[in-house]
């Protein structure tokens, strides 16, 4: 912690918030409780609340309303950190959890070290309502995939199954092969399917437009085979700043691609991706590399990349295929982007012909 002459603040407060109050804490430098209270989670009382205080640092946990909250208490000249729940299992699992309790805590770690609370970076308001188009059509999917498989399921029973099909497909499919009985209990939920198809193309055109109009970066990134209008928005949406990251490879990490870790003495079992971050985006990213190593997927050093993984074979070397793919495709989707380079499918097969020609060169 720096020295008290050394910061712009003498108190620090921890804010636990719920969806109608926040609850907070302030400590003094000498970590000594000094305050505390409720206010109601609504601008006006918090910009009452806090307009009238000296600048404090204060920690507020990631949640629903913390995104505005933060920008606010910033706007009131505040500092603000913008903690990530999910590594916090001091508060997420604490044995005597009140909002009290967390509010205090948040406060004490952010006078120990900020690199505790796992730093998170706010995105603009701008951003944040673009991407309700992208999570829009997300829920509408995921719901569409739920009404699809429990109608297969149901119809299992009677000894009946629906040809495969694509998804957009599946109602017309799905209505002549149901048994007579049958189709008048699940026609409405065919109707409702066909209706979801028609809302998530609706949706998917209005994101074409917001990618046209305001993310140019995001045109940029669809030069990557596999890579169409949303993968790429709501990467650059979700990222919304390339220079946050000092390495690309950081960005996988970021959106939870990475493998989880266990070392301890000599167990290192292998373990599942952290999946952290942003979860539409990660499954939109694994979306594309099962494209990419598809049928049509065209040959490139992504897909030799992932045909190598898999051709070692092992438990699950399909899926663990797919998630290095979408591991390495995010990263080349932010180096793209930062450096603003064109993208060369098979600049890793020229390296390696470069490569094998000189060293025959210097051979003869």
Request: glycine fraction near 6%; aromatic fraction near 4%.
């Amino acid at each position: 912690m720096k020295h008290a002459s050394e910061v712009r603040f003498q108190h620090v407060m921890g804010i636990d918030i719920s969806d109608r109050e926040a609850v907070f804490v302030k400590l003094n430098l000498a970590r000594k409780v000094v305050a505390e209270g409720k206010v109601s989670m609504t601008r006006e009382a918090i910009r009452k609340e806090f307009e009238r205080q000296a600048v404090l640092k204060i920690i507020v946990e990631t949640g629903t309303h913390s995104s505005w909250l933060v920008r606010l208490l910033r706007e009131l000249g505040h500092e603000v950190v913008l903690a990530d729940a999910w590594r916090l299992p001091l508060i997420s699992k604490g044995s005597k959890k009140t909002d009290r309790s967390d509010a205090e805590l948040l406060a004490r770690l952010g006078l120990a070290d900020d690199e505790l609370l796992s730093p998170v970076h706010v995105r603009s308001e701008q951003t944040l309502r673009d991407r309700v188009a992208l999570m829009a059509r997300d829920g509408l999917v995921r719901t569409r995939t739920k009404l699809i498989t429990m109608v297969r399921g149901l119809i299992k029973p009677f000894g009946e199954r629906i040809p495969a099909c694509s998804t957009e497909a599946f109602a017309s499919t799905a209505i002549e092969a149901l048994p007579a009985e049958l189709k008048p209990v699940l026609h409405p939920t065919l109707e409702m399917i066909a209706q979801l198809t028609q809302q998530i193309r609706k949706q998917e055109q209005e994101i074409v437009k917001i990618s046209r109009a305001r993310y140019p970066a995001a045109k940029r990134l669809q030069q990557i085979s596999g890579v169409g209008p949303i993968t790429s928005l709501a990467f650059v949406l979700t990222i919304e700043d390339p220079s946050r990251f000092k390495k690309s490879r950081d960005v996988a990490s970021y959106l939870g691609l990475t493998p989880r870790a266990f070392l301890s003495g000599d167990s290192n079992p292998q373990l599942g991706i952290t999946k952290v971050g942003d979860g539409t985006t990660r499954r939109l990213l694994v979306n594309s590399a099962q494209y990419v190593l598809g049928h049509f997927g065209p040959d490139c050093d992504l897909k030799r990349f992932g045909e190598a993984i898999y051709a070692r074979g092992g438990d699950n070397a399909k899926k663990r295929a797919v998630v290095a793919v979408a591991r390495k495709l995010a990263v080349l989707m932010h180096r793209l982007w930062a450096s603003c380079d064109k993208y060369d499918p098979d600049r890793r097969q020229k390296q390696i012909q470069t490569q094998s020609c000189s060293g025959m060169q210097e051979a003869v």
